[in-house]
């Protein structure tokens, strides 16, 4: 499968804490990008991160990517209660074909 | 303000009676694709268009028609849909690269709709 693999499924936490999210992929990249969906509705993108990138930053997220391992991971610091969501990744391969993972479901607790 | 319109939200509807869900985007995006979105299985493409009267099949694209006969529209088409088809479904867009010539890649987000909840009874 081309897909990325996020783990763990669920994740719960308490406000302030730390969250981790990762993905495992199988194959080469062209990127890596991380999407948020609240309950129901659209997808949102949260970062995009090139093969050729290790880490990226914006605001609270930080985003790492080890092309050697096939593995990326979501950091969320200092989450909040509205950060309760399903996070997803999706890799974009050669071809143009961007394919999601199953998504963690993040829960924070207040 | 810059969105992807897609209608209607919710639909129920018959086994056999065809039904068009639109989309549209005010970006002048260059690719538009649709998912369907189910439990378990996570977001699966149904198809895909890098522009205009350019359309491909995604991964689970039986029962499902499209076309892009304008840049900003990308309506998907079910000639006879079955309970199998009940599911979420998204249309997205994105810019795409431009670039005549140059193999095809994102390197840029795509922007979702807010979803069609489909059930085919």
């Known amino acids: 499968s081309q897909q990325g693999e996020e783990d763990p499924q669920a994740l719960s936490i308490q406000e302030g804490e730390n969250a981790t999210m990762n993905c495992s992929y199988k194959t080469s990249i062209n990127n890596l990008q991380w999407y948020r969906q609240n309950s129901g509705r659209g997808l949102v993108h949260l970062i995009l991160?090139?093969?050729?990138?290790r880490e990226k930053h914006s605001g609270r997220l930080r985003v790492t990517l080890d092309t050697s391992k096939k593995s990326s991971s979501l950091l969320i610091t200092a989450s909040r209660a509205a950060d309760t969501a399903s996070y997803f990744c999706?890799?974009?391969?050669?071809?143009?074909?961007?394919?999601f993972g199953e998504g963690t479901q993040l829960t924070v607790n207040p | 303000e810059a969105q992807v319109t897609q209608n209607p939200r919710y639909l129920i509807t018959v086994t056999g009676k065809k039904l068009t869900v639109t989309c549209s985007q005010n970006?002048?995006?260059?690719?538009m694709s649709w998912y369907r979105q189910d439990p378990g299985l996570g977001l699966r493409q149904i198809y895909y268009s890098m522009n205009v009267e350019v359309t491909d099949k995604g991964d689970v694209p039986e029962g499902y028609k499209v076309s892009r006969k304008e840049k900003r529209n990308f309506p998907l088409i079910l000639e006879s849909p079955s309970p199998n088809q009940t599911s979420l479904y998204f249309c997205a867009s994105s810019p795409g690269t431009g670039l005549l010539g140059a193999p095809y890649s994102y390197n840029s987000p795509l922007h979702f709709g807010n979803g069609t909840r489909l059930t085919v009874t």
């Open positions: 999706a890799i974009e391969t050669s071809g143009s074909r961007l394919t």
């Open positions: 991160i090139r093969s050729n990138e």
């Open positions: 970006m002048n995006h260059e690719y």
